[in-house]
């Protein structure tokens, strides 16, 4: 049967370390967060965000902005944040209202304010291995796999789903450790070879957003399970791998909810002081 690998107790720690690195400076780090309209979920993503700031020591200023804000004001408001010395990092909550392009947006915030490690600049150092910000969710996939202790060296890792804010820079980073990265997609599906793919897997990532699509009997014995896939199935979440038959056959899996998500609000925290530093 496997370890649970949660999120919570490791965030807990790393909360921590974040407390002290605040502690120690001379000025308490300010995240300025901008939502634009009366999206709930962006609002309740600020709610969190602004618990934990607060229990870091970070100042959280929110800037809520109306449902009818155009394009233009947006970027002007952006730009202003970029350019005021208070405000070491910014984050725009999405979705935006449908009049504006979000793109556009999380590309103006200036690289050396962005704490979501999403911006072209931030993304293209991780492949020098020379970025400062690593986009959150991968980032709290390492966290997650460095709390096993198991070394990735020549292990072979499986990634599922290449999106830009997790598939693609998770290869990228596990890559950095020297693990045989494979990455499989919709093509690997349509394909007909997701399965094979799954079998040889040491370590496991799933990112694709579909509950059930990988079968626990796919899982090799002793494989790293680390499933991100979040899914509403019947009232209740669920990942994309069939935990039940998987953690039967993995040695360590996360579980969802409670694996990988309470990590990555640490993990924006964590970007914001280096930038600050
Ligand atoms: P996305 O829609 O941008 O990308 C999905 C990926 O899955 C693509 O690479 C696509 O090719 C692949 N895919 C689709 N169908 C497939 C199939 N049948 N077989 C194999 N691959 C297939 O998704 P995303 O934004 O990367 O998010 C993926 C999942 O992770 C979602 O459930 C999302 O909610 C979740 N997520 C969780 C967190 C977290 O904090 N826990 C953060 C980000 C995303």
Not at 82 to 95: A, E, R
Not at 149 to 177: Q, R
Not at 252 to 268: A, F
Request: hydrophobic share 45%; proline share 4%.
């Amino acid at each position: 049967m496997a370890k649970l690998l949660e999120g919570k107790p490791l965030a807990e720690a790393i909360k921590e370390k974040i407390r002290l690195d605040v502690a120690g400076m001379s000025k308490k780090p300010v995240l300025a967060s901008v939502i634009v309209g009366d999206n709930a979920g962006a609002a309740s993503y600020a709610k969190s965000q602004a618990k934990v700031a607060e229990s870091l020591g970070i100042v959280y200023q929110l800037h809520a902005l109306g449902n009818d804000t155009t394009e233009v004001t947006l970027v002007d408001f952006i730009k202003k944040l970029n350019n005021d010395k208070d405000v070491n990092g910014i984050i725009v909550q999405m979705p935006l209202p449908a009049q504006i392009d979000a793109k556009k947006i999380s590309q103006l915030i200036a690289p050396e304010k962005d704490v979501e490690g999403m911006h072209p600049a931030n993304m293209g150092k991780i492949v020098f291995e020379k970025s400062k910000v690593l986009p959150c969710t991968p980032a709290a996939v390492v966290e997650l796999l460095n709390s096993t202790g198991v070394d990735l060296y020549g292990k072979e890792v499986v990634v599922v789903g290449h999106s830009e804010i997790v598939g693609k820079p998770v290869a990228l980073l596990l890559l950095d450790k020297f693990a045989t990265v494979t990455v499989c997609h919709i093509g690997t599906s349509k394909a007909g070879k997701l399965e094979e793919h799954v079998k040889k897997a040491e370590v496991l990532i799933v990112a694709v957003g579909r509950a059930g699509l990988i079968k626990g009997d796919w899982v090799k014995d002793g494989a790293i399970v680390i499933d991100v896939g979040i899914n509403r199935v019947a009232d209740k979440i669920v990942g994309d791998v069939e935990f039940e038959v998987a953690e039967k056959k993995a040695s360590y899996i996360t579980p969802v909810p409670g694996g990988v998500g309470p990590l990555t609000v640490t993990m924006l925290m964590r970007n914001l002081v280096e930038l600050a530093k």
